[in-house]
């Protein structure tokens, strides 16, 4: 589907992804304020060890986008029924917490990415590559013993920790595993089939998505696991734990996470039986006290300079990008919103291009759809 005030949008990605390679493929769905208006494929779903030819259907492994879509949105539907305080602290929901400041860490600032904790650790070198998977109750534990950098609340670290914990906590307010939370409360009511987690072999999960291997997106040659991944998890701690994180795990298609932005678009005019338009607006604003940044509840908003989200996006603007090389960025003033999935660590992570092309492709976006 490729709109005629698109076309340039379209060329872009055809000399970026298969002319110059810059990644193996990609999908790009763009959402304006009357529905969708561009859904295309490019390039190649896998390059090694066969090339496969990159569709719209395409599952990818969303990486980081787990948190907003997954995590932030599910703390908003349970705060939302009461079940959930995000001024609580986490010794409301993990015991024992030893260190006294971090017992005060709140929800809010696991969210807003100001729990003090690191930013990430290699947790899964501590295990064997073959073992079984461990608990997310275990693996919150060690989160929990790590040394905070900065005191609860002074600045943002962005933290996989963090969302690790939420994971947890998100389970002990549901009295569910976090994958058929996801399902119960989100895919299912909105009639969404591709979108959940993929529970690692060996875990008896409750719920995972089943699709074909062929209609993965292909990650990278894994040096740890010493295959390519494809329909596996790529973050190494997620894959430690089963395939299911607050913080990574979710796969889905750039249609299925459309339809949950649409159901944001909704919420925010109070058309929505998922997300409340007050919730939605307070976990995109901002928590920029006591020092100044760019994290929302869960989302990140557009930074002056550099920004990921190009040029254009109004203030009231919220998304956030995975280390695969997927991303989802929302204009809500303007009720526009671009999808934008690539397999940039397909074979190797070492590939830096998305950070120049994701926002050329936002900025190509809005000076075609908008001008």
């Known amino acids: 589907m490729t709109a005629k005030g698109l076309k340039r949008v379209d060329r872009l990605l055809r000399d970026k992804i298969e002319g110059a390679r810059e990644v193996p493929g990609a999908v790009l769905l763009v959402r304006g304020p009357d529905g ?3 859904r295309e494929a490019y390039g190649l779903r896998q390059a090694v060890p066969a090339e496969l030819p990159m569709t719209s259907e395409t599952l990818f492994d969303l990486a980081s986008l787990t948190k907003p879509v997954c995590a932030s949105l599910l703390t908003l539907i349970m705060a939302q029924r009461g079940r959930l305080d995000l001024d609580q602290g986490l010794e409301a929901w993990f015991s024992p917490v030893k260190d006294p400041a971090k017992r005060r ?4 600032q696991l969210l807003s990415n100001r729990s003090g904790l690191p930013g990430w650790r290699p947790f899964y070198q501590e295990h064997p590559v073959d073992r079984q998977p461990i608990s997310t109750d275990m693996l919150s534990q ?4 790590e040394p905070l950098e900065v005191p609860p609340g002074k600045e943002e ?7 690790l914990l939420l994971g947890s906590i998100l389970e002990t307010a549901s009295g569910r595993p976090l994958d058929s939370l996801f399902q119960e409360e989100i895919a299912r009511p909105l009639g969404l089939s591709r979108i959940g987690y993929r529970r690692a072999q060996g875990d008896s999960g409750a719920t995972a998505v089943e699709v074909e291997e062929e ?8 040096p740890w696991r010493k295959r390519v991944l494809t329909g596996e998890v790529h973050d190494e701690n997620c894959w430690l734990v089963g395939g299911v994180g607050g913080h990574a795990g979710l796969f889905s298609t750039a249609e299925d996470l459309d339809r949950i932005v649409d159901e944001i678009f909704q919420g925010l005019r109070d ?3 998922l997300f409340a338009a007050g919730s939605l607006k307070a976990f995109f604003q901002r928590q920029d006290a006591p020092s100044r940044g760019t994290w929302a509840l869960g989302w990140d908003t557009p930074s002056e300079k550099g920004s990921a989200s190009g040029r254009h996006y109004s203030k009231n603007s919220v998304g956030h990008n995975g280390f695969t090389g997927t991303s989802l960025w929302m204009d809500c003033d303007r009720n526009v919103s671009v999808v934008f999935l690539t397999n940039r660590v397909h074979p190797t992570r070492e590939n830096s291009a998305i950070r120049t092309l994701r ?9 075609e759809l908008l001008t």
């Open 105 to 108: 860490i709140t929800v809010r």
């Open 215 to 222: 209609a993965v997106a292909a990650t990278e040659d894994c």
């Open 142 to 145: 060690r989160v929990l013993e």
């Open 157 to 163: 670290i962005y933290s996989d920790l963090g969302f």
């Open 359 to 367: 926002p050329q492709v936002h900025d190509a976006v809005f000076e």
């Open 36 to 38: 969708v208006v561009f």
């Open 271 to 273: 058309r929505s039986g």
